[in-house]
């Protein structure tokens, strides 16, 4: 953001744009070709456990050190696993940021760095903020007054940028629950397309890439992908400006610490759930993943 929005919108588009592509090709092929219980997309499946395990167990050790943060993080896994509604992972993270607030509004922060200039002003970073907010309140009464199939997709894959926080993966469950049971595409093709996601470079949100392109072709591959990362960038621009301040107040910080806190439980509860019940299915696809595991976690090797 250095370089105004202008340079991070080239940044964005070079960082993702690859694995875009790559996802609404592999997803046009899986749709035409119908190979989706083809053996190596089951082991893609597996692959997917593994990377999601390594990347809780990394986020587990930096995010909750301290028992209080662990017990945020065991409240978000019992509180998501037992009511999985489209609300509750919301309410988790808002929970925990309040309980966050209170157990670390106190807590000391040790930040010499030098004030960060952005050159974004105050009044096109409110317009994002109001236009972030905006779009969260009126696209899913649009889509009940048009009924138009772009405008649910858009409304569902915006909602799903909107309200994950903490890391890619936190986006799988709220995926899972949005497209799968109303039968926009199969659990075989989510799961598929998720461990392709693991495999490609660039950040976890092109999957939505792939989604898009199983539901309406490469037009719906480009519109989800669009949907779903327009709440970052309005946030972050919408941000910018104030971030000096923020990143200096107690209160937020041991708000966010409570946040980080419950997106690990939030993500051992994914892991369990769509992914581990789904991919983990015998005894030898459990040795699979633990052979997997070890290289990853014990001998340092990378997958994809």
């Known amino acids: 953001m250095r370089a ?57 050790k930096n995010l ?89 997709m858009f409304d569902s894959f915006y909602r799903a940028g909107s309200l994950v926080f903490g890391g890619g993966h936190v986006v799988l469950p709220l995926l899972e629950r949005e497209f799968v049971p109303t039968g926009w595409l199969s659990e075989e093709e989510f799961l598929a397309g998720y461990g392709a996601a693991q495999a490609v470079p660039g950040p976890l949100f092109t999957f939505a890439a792939y989604i898009g392109a199983v539901i309406n072709g490469w037009q719906g591959g480009l519109l989800a992908t669009v949907a779903i990362f327009l709440p970052a960038f309005l946030l972050i621009i919408g941000t910018l400006p104030f971030w000096n301040s923020l990143r200096r107040n107690p209160k937020i910080k041991g708000a966010l610490m409570g946040v980080n806190a419950a997106v690990v439980g939030i993500l051992i509860a994914a892991l369990y759930h769509p992914i581990w019940t789904s991919s983990i299915l015998s005894a030898k696809d459990f040795a699979f ?16």
């Open 289 to 304: 993943a633990a052979i997997l595991f070890s290289m990853l976690v014990f001998w340092k090797l990378q997958l994809g």
């Open 64 to 152: 909750t050190p301290d028992v209080k943060r662990k017990t945020i993080a065991l409240f978000a896994v019992v509180t998501t696993l037992l009511w999985q509604t489209a609300f509750t992972q919301v309410g988790v993270i808002l929970v925990a940021g309040f309980i966050g607030y209170l157990l670390y509004r106190q807590h000391v922060i040790d930040d010499d760095s030098e004030p960060v200039t952005f050159p974004i002003s105050h009044r096109f970073a409110v317009i994002c903020l109001t236009l972030f907010f905006g779009l969260l309140i009126a696209l899913p009464i649009f889509r009940e007054m048009t009924n138009l199939s772009w405008v649910a």
């Open 4 to 60: 105004g929005v202008l340079g991070g919108i080239v940044s964005f588009l070079g960082f993702t744009l690859p694995s875009v592509i790559a996802l609404i090709v592999f997803a046009l092929l899986l749709h035409s070709l119908g190979f989706t219980e083809a053996g190596w997309i089951y082991g893609l499946k597996i692959v997917a456990v593994v990377v999601v395990a390594h990347a809780i167990l990394g986020m587990a």
